[in-house]
């Protein structure tokens, strides 16, 4: 979703990715570790930026830092059982420590923040990266809700806590969504596909395909330099695909899921 300029927390692997990485280091979005000891200073020099940004800014912050997988449902289940959290269904447990920077240190110059809840409708194909670079097409729902910064609490506790919350509700909602294929009573509105954006994609391809013909009007290629060419990109392409083949959450890394402690079973059953 491009909203004006969006900027994003990813990591640190993703600028080595052909093409779609460099542009989202030319964008300036923040690579991050995901070690809070390592990411911390990056965040805060990142915020510090966004200070001053001369245009209006979109920050997209994913709590949950990690892609969803059945394997990493089920280790945030164990997980909030332990610990006594409400268990989840449809979500992860949310990782506040960087949602607790974010709110902290742009409190000052951000005004709103909208929680967007995101679901696939029944018998409908799940949107991937490789179906947006050839062209196909998928229908998601979304649900918006806008809360004003200063009506967050102040202390680091109490805006982590509004995030467990938030997920709480979200995960009831994509529960709800999953039976009912809608997120409750609201109209769903279709907003179709944004002229705005074809107009952009057009301008570009034209701006690509009149500078190849300039160079090539004025640069003599051999056959051989044309076919070394093509067979560059076509490796760069093969390579992009395969990078987001084996970038996909089935291939992320299972998370780590503790062994059973027989004396704990032993002691539960008494």
Same mark, same amino acid.
């Given at each position: 979703?491009?909203?004006?300029?969006?900027?994003?927390?990813?990591?640190?692997?993703?600028?080595?990715?052909?093409? *779609?990485?460099? =542009?989202?280091?030319?964008?300036?979005?923040?690579?991050?570790?995901?070690?809070? @000891? &390592? !990411?911390?200073?990056?965040?805060?020099?990142?915020?510090?930026?966004?200070?001053?940004?001369?245009?209006?800014?979109?920050?997209?912050?994913?709590?949950?830092?990690?892609?969803?997988?059945?394997?990493?449902?089920?280790?945030?289940?164990?997980?909030?059982?332990?610990?006594?959290?409400?268990?989840?269904?449809?979500?992860?447990?949310?990782?506040?420590?960087?949602?607790?920077?974010?709110?902290?240190?742009?409190?000052?110059?951000?005004?709103?923040?909208?929680?967007?809840?995101?679901?696939?409708p029944k018998n409908e194909p799940r949107p991937t990266l490789l179906r947006l670079i050839r062209g196909r097409s998928s229908v998601v729902h979304l649900h918006i809700e806008r809360h004003l910064m200063q009506e *967050?609490?102040? =202390?680091?506790?109490?805006?982590?806590?509004?995030?467990?919350?938030?997920?709480? @509700? &979200? !995960?009831?909602?994509?529960?709800?969504?999953?039976?009912?294929?809608?997120?409750?009573?609201?109209?769903?509105?279709?907003?179709?596909?944004?002229?705005?954006?074809?107009?952009v994609v057009l301008l570009w391809s034209c701006f690509l395909i009149f500078g190849c013909v300039k160079i090539f009007q004025w640069c003599t290629f051999s056959w051989g330099e044309i076919a070394f060419c093509a067979?560059?990109?076509?490796?760069?392409?093969?390579?992009?695909?395969?990078?987001?083949?084996?970038?996909?959450?089935?291939?992320?890394?299972?998370?780590?899921?503790?062994?059973?402690?027989?004396?704990?079973?032993?002691?539960?059953?008494?």
């Amino acid at each position: 979703m491009k909203l004006a300029k969006t900027v994003s927390w990813i990591r640190e692997i993703l600028p080595f990715m052909q093409v *779609l990485g460099w =542009s989202m280091w030319f964008s300036g979005f923040l690579f991050l570790e995901r070690t809070w @000891a &390592k !990411d911390e200073n990056t965040l805060k020099s990142g915020f510090e930026g966004l200070s001053d940004y001369p245009r209006p800014f979109w920050l997209a912050l994913f709590v949950e830092g990690t892609r969803f997988t059945m394997e990493k449902l089920l280790a945030a289940q164990e997980y909030a059982a332990s610990a006594g959290f409400p268990v989840p269904r449809n979500v992860l447990i949310p990782r506040t420590k960087g949602f607790v920077a974010a709110v902290t240190h742009l409190r000052s110059f951000v005004p709103v923040i909208y929680n967007i809840t995101l679901a696939i409708p029944k018998n409908e194909p799940r949107p991937t990266l490789l179906r947006l670079i050839r062209g196909r097409s998928s229908v998601v729902h979304l649900h918006i809700e806008r809360h004003l910064m200063q009506e *967050l609490p102040v =202390s680091d506790s109490d805006i982590a806590q509004w995030c467990k919350d938030i997920f709480v @509700a &979200k !995960d009831a909602l994509l529960e709800h969504h999953l039976a009912k294929d809608t997120f409750g009573n609201k109209q769903c509105i279709n907003i179709g596909r944004p002229k705005k954006s074809l107009l952009v994609v057009l301008l570009w391809s034209c701006f690509l395909i009149f500078g190849c013909v300039k160079i090539f009007q004025w640069c003599t290629f051999s056959w051989g330099e044309i076919a070394f060419c093509a067979v560059f990109l076509a490796l760069i392409m093969i390579l992009m695909q395969i990078l987001i083949v084996f970038s996909q959450s089935e291939h992320s890394t299972p998370p780590k899921i503790s062994q059973p402690d027989p004396l704990k079973d032993v002691l539960l059953q008494k």
